[in-house]
């Protein structure tokens, strides 16, 4: 029979480098093989009824089926488990495979989520959903415990926020949670456990898109959850193995890869958006930039050890015309969805009729949102400045 690795020992210390390089990889399990094989195996077969059996019923702990425990997943779950000092983590499929096996593991009818802080899109469209199975929600931005009702069940916050990147102060939060007894989860993937690691905060669960920083080569769509063993294996059975959100091996590999230049990378990233920061800083077509190496250092300065490359700013000219001709002229920064990868990227929630809608939701219409890729910063600010210089030709 072979056996998980089971739950990681948090009480030992390990540097993020460590785990990104050389831990969990145990090449004595694999011929010696520093770069762990990839299982491209659906099931795992076995030498005796007997053991099928014993291995079925205790499937958290033994490889029998990909949508349950794979080796090659679960180097990756391990090093992520260790990364953000959790016991365990499940891979999903996708961000989203992961933030709704949350909500379908430890949700039922009558229950209230309070969501705090600007929310990831889908994640809102998915409680929206939700309230046809009786699951409730509301939003806050700040005061969060005159947000609680008496059958909140869960606090998810994001922070920083989508957009804006609000830093939520979390210690705060989890210390409320705490007092009444509510599950926290936080959406981590802005900062990676590089800069953050929430759980060491008070945190429930962690949940991350692998699509962004920590896969960090556009290549795949991945998610997970990271928190206590017993968090997790009931993510295991109900948001997982009945959701079917499942991360192939193949792709699994892909993310270890990732992660061997996490600490790295995220080093760029944070130098690089920091000197596009200081130009943008210098330009007076700019009405305000939003990332969190700007706002209140009291409360960064307790949670987070680094700031990542995805950052906004408001054109003070927030006119569609005038944003989609900015975005036009920038070459080096590529037109897309997502971020987090090596490549920059540059995008809008601005569209030609939607401008009193993005007000009710508080997003200025002349908002850009920029992914900041580990190019030369000198490349990235002379596309920005032939992309003001150009766009300058369209004011009426
Ligand atoms: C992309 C993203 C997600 C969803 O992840 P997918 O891998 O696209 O499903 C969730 N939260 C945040 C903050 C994201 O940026």
């Known amino acids: 029979m072979f056996n998980y690795l089971g739950k990681v ?8 480098e460590q785990i990104c390089t050389q831990l969990y990889d145990t090449p004595s399990r694999h011929h010696g093989a520093v770069s762990p094989p990839i299982y491209q ?9 007997e053991a099928f059996t014993e291995a079925q019923s205790a499937e958290r702990e033994n490889y029998v089926y990909t949508r349950g425990g794979n080796p090659t997943t ?18 999903f499929g996708s961000g989203m495979g992961a933030i709704s096996s949350v909500f379908l593991s430890l949700l039922q009818k009558g229950d209230h989520v309070l969501l705090v802080n600007n929310i990831y899109g889908p994640t809102q469209q998915l409680m929206k959903h939700l309230e046809n199975f009786g699951i409730e929600h509301s939003y806050t931005e700040n005061d969060v415990e005159a947000a609680i009702r008496p059958n909140t069940k869960l606090i998810y916050v994001e922070s920083p926020g989508t957009m804006l990147m609000k830093v939520v102060d979390l210690m705060k939060v989890t210390a409320l949670a705490m007092r009444h007894g509510i599950y926290t989860a936080i959406d981590n993937t802005w900062s990676t456990p590089i800069f953050q690691k929430p759980l060491t905060l008070g945190f429930d669960l962690s949940v991350h898109s692998l ?42 590999s892909q993310v270890i890869k990732g992660l061997r230049t996490l600490p790295l990378r995220m080093k760029q990233h944070e130098s690089n958006a920091s000197q596009i ?9 700019i009405k305000v930039i939003h990332h969190p190496s700007l706002q209140d250092r009291d409360i960064t300065e307790n949670q987070m050890s ?16 005038h944003v989609a001709s900015f975005i036009n002229e920038l070459n080096v920064f590529k037109i897309g969805v997502s971020w987090g990868g090596y490549e920059s990227l540059v995008n809008s929630p601005v569209k030609r009729s939607n401008a009193s809608e993005l007000i009710k939701q508080g997003i ?20 920005l400045k032939n992309a003001f210089r150009a766009s300058e030709l369209i004011k009426p």
Request: glycine share 10%; hydrophobic share 35%; net charge negative.
């Open 9 to 16: 020992d948090v009480a030992v210390n390990y540097t993020d």
């Open 41 to 49: 195996t659906s099931l795992f077969a076995f030498e005796t009824f």
């Open 74 to 91: 679960e180097i990756l779950e391990q090093k992520l488990a260790m990364l953000e000092r959790g016991e365990r983590c499940k891979c």
């Open 211 to 252: 699509t962004k920083y920590i896969g960090g080569h556009s290549d795949i769509v991945g998610g997970a959850v990271i928190g206590s063993s017993k968090l997790i294996d009931r993510i295991f059975t109900y948001g997982y193995q009945l959701n079917g959100s499942v991360l192939s091996p193949h792709d699994a």
């Open 277 to 285: 920061i200081d130009f943008l800083q210098s330009r007076d077509e």
């Open 306 to 321: 680094g700031f990542s490359g995805l950052l906004s700013f408001e054109l003070k000219e927030g006119r569609f015309d």
């Open 364 to 383: 200025d219409p002349g908002l850009i949102r920029l992914s900041i890729g580990l190019e030369n910063p000198d490349d990235l600010i002379a596309d």
